[in-house]
Antibody, heavy 117, light 110 residues
Framework: EVQLVESGGGLVQPGGSLRLSCAAS????????MHWVRQAPGKGLVWVSH????????NYADSVKGRFTISRDNAKNTLYLQMNSLRAEDTAVYYC??????????WGQGTLVTVSS | QSVLTQPPSASGTPGQRVTISCSGG????????VNWYQQLLGTAPKLLIY???QRPSGVPDRFSGSKSGTSASLAISGLQSEDEADYYC???????????FGGGTKVTVL
């Protein structure tokens, strides 16, 4: 079964750091571009970042540029999102998604990040 | 304020046809394919339509997508109670160099 499972969310103070993980299974992870998309409580979907299949190219939304870093370990079939200098407005459910044919075909269940003192 | 504009809500009775619009510009919908996602309450989004009008396997043919110029639409025919959800359009924006989503449309089955 094709599956993405996020982990690493939790409560963190403003200015703190957190690393999210997304474990992939059931498909050849190294051949797909991967994305992070977030959703603040009661709000819509917002794209955060993407990484190409071999990790050599990344892109970020302006709101997280310079604070978040996307990476992947193809040997471990895992996607990461390192989040530093966290702000209250980063509070959201973070989803990882597998991309192909210009769409996000597979989504994880999401992990909640709460930034609060 | 989302780059792609959707109506906040839409509704219909069982069996009716409901259409959701998504308006953008030349840098997103006008130059790139549009996708639609369905998000049931408390769950992760699910791909409904990709490349403007293609359905992934398992998506009922009651769902259809179309695009004209800088606007796209999602139609749900034969509305069913299980279609009650939030629906989002999305496209790549080559001016902003990011993926953009619509604000979402909540579909209610009366």
């Amino acid at each position: 079964e094709v599956q993405l499972v996020e982990s690493g969310g939790g409560l963190v103070q403003p200015g703190g750091s957190l690393r999210l993980s997304c474990a992939a299974s059931g498909f050849t992870f190294r051949t797909y571009w991967m994305h992070w998309v977030r959703q603040a409580p009661g709000k819509g979907l917002v794209w955060v970042s993407h990484i190409n299949n071999d990790g050599s190219s990344t892109n970020y939304a302006d709101s997280v540029k310079g604070r978040f870093t996307i990476s992947r370990d193809n040997a471990k079939n895992t996607l990461y999102l390192q989040m530093n200098s966290l702000r209250a407005e980063d509070t959201a459910v973070y989803y990882c998604a597998r991309a192909s044919e210009a769409a996000f075909h597979i989504w994880g269940q999401g992990t909640l990040v709460t930034v609060s003192s | 304020q989302s780059v792609l504009t959707q109506p906040p809500s839409a509704s219909g009775t069982p069996g009716q046809r409901v259409t959701i619009s998504c308006s953008g510009g030349s840098s997103n919908i006008g130059g790139h394919s549009v996708n639609w996602y369905q998000q049931l309450l408390g769950t992760a989004p699910k791909l409904l339509i990709y490349i403007d009008n293609q359905r992934p396997s398992g998506v009922p043919d009651r769902f259809s997508g179309s695009k004209s110029g800088t606007s796209a639409s999602l139609a749900i025919s034969g509305l069913q109670s299980e279609d009650e959800a939030d629906y989002y359009c999305a496209a790549w924006d080559d001016s902003l160099n990011v993926w953009v989503f619509g604000g979402g449309t909540k579909v209610t089955v009366l």
